[in-house]
């Protein structure tokens, strides 16, 4: 099984730099794909920025240009460098990954999610 931790949220203000990481465990391989999304309160969960094996990227319209999703070598870990960020930004941001399990001959897909790590902009 994967299990997913987020770090690096904290208090920043508008215009300035943060930079969050996930760290994966478990079946790393079976990962197909992770992403960060966030949550206002209040407001439903919503992507932010996906990464594949391939290393093909998605960002939602909000964030692109600003905020950079990456993955180390080994990929167990995924980062997301947030630069020039706003009031809007302020959320609880999640990791999650996607991939199947093979492990007991039946492929079974899953999704996985993080515990959330707090990040608040202000003025």
């Known amino acids: 099984q994967v299990r997913l931790v987020e770090s690096g949220g904290g208090l920043v203000q508008a215009g300035g730099s943060l930079r969050l990481s996930c760290a994966a465990s478990?079946?790393?391989?079976?990962?197909?794909?992770m992403g960060w999304y966030r949550q206002a309160p209040g407001k439903e969960r919503e992507l932010v920025a996906t990464?594949?094996?391939?290393?093909?990227?998605n960002y939602s319209d909000s964030v692109r240009g600003r905020f950079t999703i990456s993955r180390d070598n080994a990929q167990d870990r995924v980062y997301l460098q947030m630069n020039d960020l706003e009031l809007g930004d302020t959320a609880v941001y999640f990791c999650?990954?996607?991939?199947?399990?093979?492990?007991?001959?039946?492929?079974?897909?899953?999704?996985?999610w993080g515990q959330g790590t707090q990040v608040t902009v202000s003025s």
């Open positions: 999650k990954a996607v991939g199947t399990l093979r492990s007991g001959g039946y492929p079974t897909p899953y999704n996985v």
């Open positions: 478990g079946s790393i391989s079976s990962i197909s794909a």
């Open positions: 990464i594949a094996r391939s290393n093909l990227t």
